[in-house]
């Protein structure tokens, strides 16, 4: 009895022994021999037939490796097979990706190694992702750092993979390792992309005490010895957008969280409600450029895994945030943190010793102002509550034009910390349509500041749970409150809860921009001083209408009558709006504001800054946001046609007409590279016929009978006194991209000649501005040489002014130029005939002779008294806003009474010459 043993010999060939024991031999052998058990005993003359036998068997055996070992379990093939591949697609078809997130992966450089990473380690996940970044042409994952993907594998694979570990550990007597072989390394830089999580439940055990295994370490290492950059993408898959609460409730104990759910509660959710889980990408992060950073270099390989893998999780925890807000407390959470805190009690103490009041009542007094302010944030409320206005829009609105990038650039800041957004106050549709917009592109709504007359019952409650929380009109006197008020505002921003404020204080009745009012923005800047927040990014909006809906009630407020409280009935009588249609909404996102970047003008952050400092640069902060709004206003075609019908010089127009002076505002629109509404954009003549007839219809203008016997005249028309003040509504919706225009034409016009040079308007465009401060938020960034030079450009553009052949800084004025300058003027004749009025008024009124509400109110009869006789053209300058900033204006000059006959006769003399060129 002999056993036949064949094994490799040095040289490649095969040597054959007799023995009576079986040395370890490797799998391709042992398969042969396992073949040919049988045939072992037979006589030595047929060996050659046996040995031939063998080499057949082992050949194919070693083709089937493909010549390597490199046949591992976390490699996933691109292309798993047709039933694997359709099985996932279908079963994953509820899962949503948009195209701005995989356009993150599509920028990436092409020979970069990509390296998809995800917080918690999920099968559920890496499975969507294979099979749908496939499907999308992009970067798949084939590579899963710490899965074994068995089942799914095609059966030649798997054999492939139990072949080759079992050869290896025969021949080397060892395990197969992806890591010591360099298999990772080879199949990344071969254009294999790869997939790592971050927190797994061994985790730990694996990165400290066996640190050769930790993925981040490999690839750290990877990182540093190749060329290619290393890319390595945060992947958030969102089953819920309900944010953290810190109570797990009964579900969330046995099926998981909705952050981390269960494979269970998974299922349940991906077929329960399709399209309700999505999938956002996170910045991809450069490995090689955050591994140069000096704290991070520094550091050993260990360490900077230990700091990569610190960064991704933040970065997936901030990005999480802004989609699902932070962690929920409930209301008497918030008020028993703020209540506690240090610096309240400080300040309740001082208080109550100062004024010698028992402590007890402080902070009962306290507590009442909490509840007074505090909003009570329901998530699954804000849900139901977008349902809502979301139909309510759709059936009043043709639509919300908004940017496409800029809800993805509102998410890039709010990963830096909470974003403070800043719209213009027309309607009170703006409650509603920006945080339905947000909430729609899977941002959290945000909390809303509200003026506590919106506070009445039953809406009060329903508007606290959609994140109001509500201030008084004014804070004079009441010291305990306003403490109170800026430690509830600070206590949002520690939290990281968004806020949008209205800075005008209330909706704008005229149309245009109001002057910012700067208390809440100082709160806000004072809790950012004091450490509220990492970042605060203030992100200005213009919200516009091609019509509001409170436009009666606009023009009763405007002509003097009274504002009608916000009551249920008004709530109930707003149900006709329903049936009526308004138009578009336009919204457009301006230059974003850094709190950080504000005071790094002033001082370092930390330092002590005076409060004169301060003052100035919470004032340069409103006026910045101001004139950005402005900056972004979308022109619609009822604007521009307003301002035309409004600026004609002629009481009965036709539409050739009109077109004249479209064209010049157009052409000065282009050069300011103004955003027109997109029917602008497409068809400039049939949306202005289109704004037209909407006048034509509403009875704002109306149609004149041509006289008799002329032929094929064109269709004339004339505005309807009545309804100017509307028009001047529409008109002023975007006045400000006119009114350096209309400064510049002015001083050109008071020039009283066809040729001057720049440094003459400099006096009357300053003058001019100091005049209108009240009217309008000027650029605090651009000074009136800056903007005369880029009007007088515009001109040129426009062939209203040509520059002189020789002389420097002179121009001439063209023959249609005279006409064009009187356009722009045009913009600012109503207010210097409500200016006039009320100048009039201070030239007759006695010494402490009226209160304000009493001084208003003569002030409007002197105005309809100077309208009927003649004296002032416009009706629309009959506007209790305008007699208001009038008044305030000529306090601040020192004008109370005719005994100021200077000053008055100063002002007098400059609007009567101002005006004479109009």
Same mark, same amino acid.
């Given at each position: 009895?002999?056993?036949?043993?064949?094994?490799?010999?040095?040289?490649?060939?095969?040597?054959?022994?007799?023995?009576?024991?079986?040395?370890?031999?490797?799998?391709?052998?042992?398969?042969?021999?396992?073949?040919?058990?049988?045939?072992?005993?037979?006589?030595?003359?047929?060996?050659?037939?046996?040995?031939?036998?063998?080499?057949?068997?082992?050949?194919?055996?070693?083709?089937?490796?493909?010549?390597?070992?490199?046949?591992?379990?976390?490699?996933?093939?691109?292309?798993?097979?047709?039933?694997?591949?359709?099985?996932?697609?279908?079963?994953?078809?509820?899962?949503?990706?948009?195209?701005?997130?995989?356009?993150?992966?599509?920028?990436?450089p092409r020979n970069a190694v990509i390296v998809y990473a995800v917080k918690y380690s999920s099968r559920f996940e890496y499975l969507f992702y294979?099979?749908?970044?496939?499907?999308?042409?992009?970067?798949?994952?084939?590579?899963?750092?710490?899965?074994?993907?068995?089942?799914?594998?095609?059966?030649?694979?798997?054999?492939?993979?139990?072949?080759?570990?079992?050869?290896?550990?025969?021949?080397?007597?060892?395990?197969?390792?992806?890591?010591?072989?360099?298999?990772?390394?080879?199949?990344?830089?071969?254009?294999?992309?790869?997939?790592?999580?971050?927190?797994?439940?061994?985790?730990?055990?694996?990165?400290?005490?066996?640190?050769?295994?930790?993925?981040?370490?490999?690839?750290?290492?990877?990182?540093?010895?190749?060329?290619?950059?290393?890319?390595?993408?945060?992947?958030?898959?969102?089953?819920?957008?309900?944010?953290?609460?810190?109570?797990?409730?009964?579900?969330?104990?046995?099926?998981?969280?909705?952050?981390?759910?269960?494979?269970?509660?998974?299922?349940?959710?991906?077929?329960?409600?399709?399209?309700?889980?999505?999938?956002?990408?996170?910045?991809?992060?450069?490995?090689?450029?955050?591994?140069?950073?000096?704290?991070?270099?520094?550091?050993?390989?260990?360490?900077?895994?230990?700091?990569?893998?610190?960064?991704?999780?933040?970065?997936?925890?901030?990005?999480?945030?802004?989609?699902?807000?932070?962690?929920?407390?409930?209301?008497?959470?918030?008020?028993?943190?703020?209540?506690?805190?240090?610096?309240?009690?400080?300040?309740?103490?001082?208080?109550?010793?100062?004024?010698?009041?028992?402590?007890?009542?402080?902070?009962?007094?306290?507590?009442?102002?909490?509840?007074?302010?505090?909003?009570?944030?329901?998530?699954?409320?804000?849900?139901?509550?977008?349902?809502?206005?979301?139909?309510?829009?759709?059936?009043?609105?043709?639509?919300?034009?908004?940017?496409?990038?800029?809800?993805?650039?509102?998410?890039?800041?709010?990963?830096?910390?909470?974003?403070?957004?800043?719209?213009?106050?027309?309607?009170?549709?703006?409650?509603?349509?920006?945080?339905?917009?947000?909430?729609?592109?899977?941002?959290?709504?945000?909390?809303?500041?509200?003026?506590?007359?919106?506070?009445?019952?039953?809406?009060?409650?329903?508007?606290?749970?959609?994140?109001?929380?509500?201030?008084?009109?004014?804070?004079?006197?009441?010291?305990?409150?306003?403490?109170?008020?800026?430690?509830?505002?600070?206590?949002?921003?520690?939290?990281?809860?968004?806020?949008?404020?209205?800075?005008?204080?209330?909706?704008?009745?005229?149309?245009?921009?109001?002057?910012?009012?700067?208390?809440?923005?100082?709160?806000?800047?004072?809790?950012?001083?004091?450490?509220?927040?990492?970042?605060?990014?203030?992100?200005?909006?213009?919200?516009?209408?091609?019509?509001?809906?409170?436009?009666?009630?606009?023009?009763?407020?405007?002509?003097?009558?009274?504002?009608?409280?916000?009551?249920?009935?008004?709530?109930?009588?707003?149900?006709?709006?329903?049936?009526?249609?308004?138009?578009?909404?336009?919204?457009?996102?301006?230059?974003?504001?850094?709190?950080?970047?504000?005071?790094?003008?002033?001082?370092?952050?930390?330092?002590?800054?005076?409060?004169?400092?301060?003052?100035?640069?919470?004032?340069?902060?409103?006026?910045?946001?101001?004139?950005?709004?402005?900056?972004? #206003?979308?022109?619609? /075609?009822? $604007?521009?046609? @307003?301002? %035309? &019908? =409004?600026? +004609?010089?002629?009481?009965? !127009?036709?539409?050739?007409?009109?077109?004249?002076?479209?064209?010049?505002?157009?052409?000065?629109?282009?050069?300011?590279?103004?955003?027109?509404?997109?029917?602008?954009?497409?068809?400039?003549?049939?949306?202005?016929?289109?704004?037209?007839?909407?006048?034509?219809?509403?009875?704002?203008?109306?149609?004149?009978?041509?006289?008799?016997?002329?032929?094929?005249?064109?269709?004339?028309?004339?505005?309807?006194?009545?309804?100017?003040?509307?028009?001047?509504?529409?008109?002023?919706?975007?006045? #400000?991209?006119?009114? /350096?225009? $209309?400064?510049? @034409?002015? %001083? &050109? =016009?008071? +020039?009283?000649?066809?040729? !001057?040079?720049?440094?003459?308007?400099?006096?009357?465009?300053?003058?001019?501005?100091?005049?209108?401060?009240?009217?309008?938020?000027?650029?605090?960034?651009?000074?009136?040489?800056?903007?005369?030079?880029?009007?007088?450009?515009?001109?040129?553009?426009?062939?209203?002014?040509?520059?002189?052949?020789?002389?420097?800084?002179?121009?001439?004025?063209?023959?249609?130029?005279?006409?064009?300058?009187?356009?722009?003027?045009?913009?600012?004749?109503?207010?210097?005939?409500?200016?006039?009025?009320?100048?009039?008024?201070?030239?007759? $009124?006695?010494?402490?002779?009226?209160?304000?509400?009493?001084?208003?109110?003569?002030?409007?009869?002197?105005?309809?008294?100077?309208?009927?006789?003649?004296?002032?053209?416009?009706?629309?300058?009959?506007?209790?806003?305008?007699?208001?900033?009038?008044?305030?204006?000529?306090?601040?000059?020192?004008?109370?009474?005719?005994?100021?006959?200077?000053?008055?006769?100063?002002?007098?003399?400059?609007?009567?010459?101002?005006?004479?060129?109009?």
């Amino acid at each position: 009895m002999h056993s036949l043993l064949l094994f490799n010999a040095p040289d490649g060939g095969w040597v054959r022994q007799e023995r009576k024991h079986q040395p370890l031999i490797s799998p391709c052998d042992f398969g042969a021999l396992l073949f040919i058990n049988d045939f072992c005993h037979r006589p030595m003359t047929q060996n050659r037939t046996i040995e031939n036998m063998i080499n057949r068997i082992r050949r194919r055996l070693e083709k089937a490796l493909d010549g390597t070992h490199d046949h591992y379990f976390l490699f996933f093939p691109k292309d798993p097979g047709r039933l694997v591949r359709m099985g996932l697609r279908l079963f994953y078809t509820g899962v949503r990706m948009d195209p701005e997130q995989t356009a993150v992966i599509s920028a990436l450089p092409r020979n970069a190694v990509i390296v998809y990473a995800v917080k918690y380690s999920s099968r559920f996940e890496y499975l969507f992702y294979h099979n749908r970044m496939g499907d999308m042409g992009l970067p798949c994952p084939e590579i899963a750092f710490g899965f074994r993907t068995v089942a799914l594998q095609p059966v030649r694979r798997i054999f492939q993979v139990l072949l080759a570990h079992l050869d290896h550990f025969f021949r080397n007597r060892s395990r197969l390792d992806p890591y010591k072989s360099g298999y990772i390394k080879r199949s990344l830089t071969d254009g294999h992309a790869g997939y790592v999580t971050l927190l797994e439940r061994k985790g730990i055990h694996r990165r400290l005490l066996k640190t050769k295994k930790d993925p981040l370490r490999q690839l750290i290492e990877i990182q540093k010895r190749i060329d290619k950059p290393v890319y390595i993408v945060p992947q958030l898959m969102f089953f819920s957008r309900t944010p953290h609460r810190n109570i797990r409730t009964l579900v969330d104990i046995l099926f998981g969280t909705e952050e981390r759910p269960g494979r269970l509660r998974r299922v349940v959710t991906l077929f329960k409600n399709p399209g309700k889980v999505f999938v956002e990408t996170s910045d991809p992060l450069d490995l090689n450029t955050f591994l140069s950073q000096p704290e991070v270099a520094s550091e050993n390989l260990v360490q900077q895994a230990v700091l990569l893998r610190r960064h991704l999780i933040e970065q997936i925890n901030r990005h999480r945030q802004t989609i699902t807000g932070p962690t929920i407390k409930t209301r008497e959470e918030i008020k028993q943190d703020i209540l506690t805190g240090e610096r309240l009690n400080e300040f309740l103490v001082h208080h109550a010793g100062s004024r010698e009041i028992p402590l007890p009542k402080v902070r009962k007094e306290a507590d009442d102002y909490l509840d007074e302010i505090a909003a009570n944030y329901n998530p699954s409320f804000v849900r139901f509550a977008s349902v809502i206005v979301k139909w309510i829009l759709e059936s009043m609105f043709e639509g919300v034009s908004i940017e496409s990038n800029a809800v993805n650039r509102i998410r890039q800041f709010s990963k830096k910390g909470p974003v403070i957004f800043v719209p213009c106050h027309k309607s009170h549709v703006d409650y509603l349509v920006l945080p339905c917009v947000l909430y729609t592109h899977n941002m959290p709504a945000p909390h809303i500041v509200a003026g506590n007359n919106l506070s009445f019952w039953p809406l009060g409650p329903l508007f606290r749970m959609g994140g109001a929380f509500f201030i008084r009109r004014s804070f004079r006197g009441a010291v305990l409150y306003a403490r109170v008020f800026s430690e509830y505002v600070h206590k949002l921003l520690e939290e990281g809860f968004n806020i949008k404020v209205f800075m005008e204080g209330g909706r704008s009745r005229t149309g245009k921009l109001l002057v910012p009012k700067l208390g809440f923005l100082s709160i806000l800047l004072s809790a950012f001083k004091n450490g509220a927040c990492e970042e605060l990014t203030f992100i200005p909006i213009f919200i516009g209408y091609d019509r509001v809906l409170e436009e009666s009630a606009y023009l009763n407020e405007v002509e003097g009558g009274q504002k009608e409280s916000e009551s249920l009935l008004q709530v109930i009588k707003a149900r006709k709006f329903l049936r009526r249609r308004y138009g578009r909404i336009y919204i457009k996102m301006g230059e974003a504001t850094s709190a950080r970047s504000l005071f790094s003008e002033v001082a370092n952050i930390g330092d002590d800054i005076p409060q004169k400092v301060f003052n100035r640069m919470v004032r340069t902060l409103g006026y910045r946001l101001a004139h950005a709004i402005d900056s972004v #206003a979308v022109v619609t /075609p009822h $604007a521009l046609a @307003a301002s %035309a &019908i =409004l600026n +004609t010089q002629k009481p009965v !127009f036709t539409r050739r007409h009109l077109w004249k002076d479209i064209e010049t505002y157009l052409i000065h629109l282009n050069f300011q590279n103004a955003t027109l509404a997109d029917s602008l954009v497409l068809d400039t003549q049939t949306a202005i016929d289109n704004a037209l007839g909407d006048y034509l219809q509403r009875k704002f203008i109306e149609t004149v009978s041509p006289k008799k016997g002329a032929a094929d005249a064109e269709t004339l028309y004339q505005i309807k006194e009545n309804q100017r003040p509307n028009l001047e509504y529409y008109k002023n919706n975007t006045i #400000a991209f006119f009114i /350096p225009a $209309a400064f510049t @034409a002015l %001083a &050109i =016009l008071e +020039t009283d000649a066809f040729q !001057f040079s720049a440094s003459n308007l400099h006096a009357s465009y300053s003058a001019l501005q100091e005049f209108f401060r009240l009217e309008f938020a000027f650029s605090v960034d651009r000074t009136p040489e800056y903007l005369i030079r880029k009007t007088l450009k515009a001109f040129i553009d426009d062939a209203i002014l040509m520059p002189h052949p020789t002389l420097p800084d002179t121009y001439n004025l063209t023959s249609s130029g005279f006409r064009k300058l009187k356009s722009f003027a045009a913009f600012l004749k109503t207010f210097f005939e409500a200016y006039e009025v009320v100048l009039g008024f201070f030239e007759k $009124a006695p010494k402490n002779g009226f209160s304000p509400k009493d001084r208003l109110r003569k002030i409007q009869a002197r105005g309809n008294r100077m309208y009927k006789l003649k004296q002032i053209e416009r009706k629309e300058s009959l506007s209790k806003i305008y007699y208001q900033n009038a008044v305030d204006f000529f306090l601040s000059q020192g004008i109370k009474s005719r005994e100021d006959e200077e000053k008055i006769v100063f002002f007098a003399d400059m609007i009567r010459r101002f005006r004479a060129y109009m």
